[in-house]
């Protein structure tokens, strides 16, 4: 190791650590944007290390008289939000409903809390994001939903803490709410209740809610997997109907007619072919939920189900659960067994007696 000189006595410095034919090792020591003290290694000749050394200097006075930080923490709250927004969609995020969630956390943000399109970024302060979760809570909405939002908005300043839009991230301290056991999750349905409610529908000769919870319930499918763009007739043909995954890493679930005519699912397209639809469920999600859910749910006692039930319900009566993570689309089986799977009963205590038969002999 070669004897450390220092290149200069300014703030910032450039030492030389090591020498190598045409390079040397140089440890720079500098202060970022935010004042913390920096010490990077790197392989530089004597002219870029000096170069170096005159940059990082011009660096630090910018910094001392605040134009840097100044600049990042003066942008809009709008404008930020833009780029973080196209960010995670190149990188993350895989759909559009990830973006709608996030643009309602911060349409619900706008309504209930001081911070506006124009607010500055530095401005923002711990007590106007507690006062908004307080006043989502003051208003109604479920602890679930308002801890969406809390998970929403960690994520976003987490993002601008580790880009150094801002150094103090005001959502350090807000932890998520408190819930339940029992209200954590919505309950899965029983395959009785939902003969009942498919039976009150028919009696009702709605015929879309009978046909799409048929869907539902024969596929597993989410109910966006089962709506335009992602499912068109494109993904029928008279042999087999596809569906094509919403996320990376997951499979495509074809589900074979075998040239049977009478096969339900195929009757359905079938029919709703004939009548001449621009798609086999041409409806939004909130058409859906509002037509078959907020009608039907609740005549059927079935308040506080959901689609989400009846896809628990489908993995329930799956005993493989290796079966019923493929057919739910689930990247790992790790989400079936927490979220879905569900031992029956009588199968636990079938294999208890016969564990405890075994012992006695």
Known sequence: MAKVSRVSDKKAS?????????????????????????????YLTPKEAKRVEIELNYFEIQMENNLIQSLREEKQFSEIVIIYIDNKRQRDWNSDRSVQVFQNTIKWLYKYSPITKDTPLGKVKFQWLEGFIYIKLKKGNKKVTVNQNIRDLKTFFNWLVDNRYLYNNPMQHIKLLRIPKNQRSKPPMVLEDFKRLLSMIHNSNDIF???FLIFVAS????????????????NYNENEVVFYPLKR??????????????????????????????????????QVYKRIVNRYFPKACLKGYSFMSIRKMVATEIENVYDASSLLGHTTTRTTETFYKRPKMERLSKIVNEFAIDLIV
């Open 14 to 42: 450039v030492k030389k650590l090591s020498a190598k034919p045409g390079c040397h090792l140089y440890e720079k020591h500098y202060k970022d944007e935010f004042g913390r003290k920096k010490r990077v290694w790197a």
């Open 209 to 211: 809610a009978e046909d």
């Open 219 to 234: 596929t597993g499918r989410r109910v966006s997997e089962l709506l335009p763009p992602q499912f068109t007739w494109h």
């Open 249 to 286: 890493g997951q499979d495509e679930i074809r589900i074979s007619f075998l040239g049977d005519d009478n096969h339900p699912l195929k009757k359905i397209l079938i029919r709703r072919k004939k009548e001449g639809l621009s798609a086999p469920f041409p409806y939004t999600r909130h």
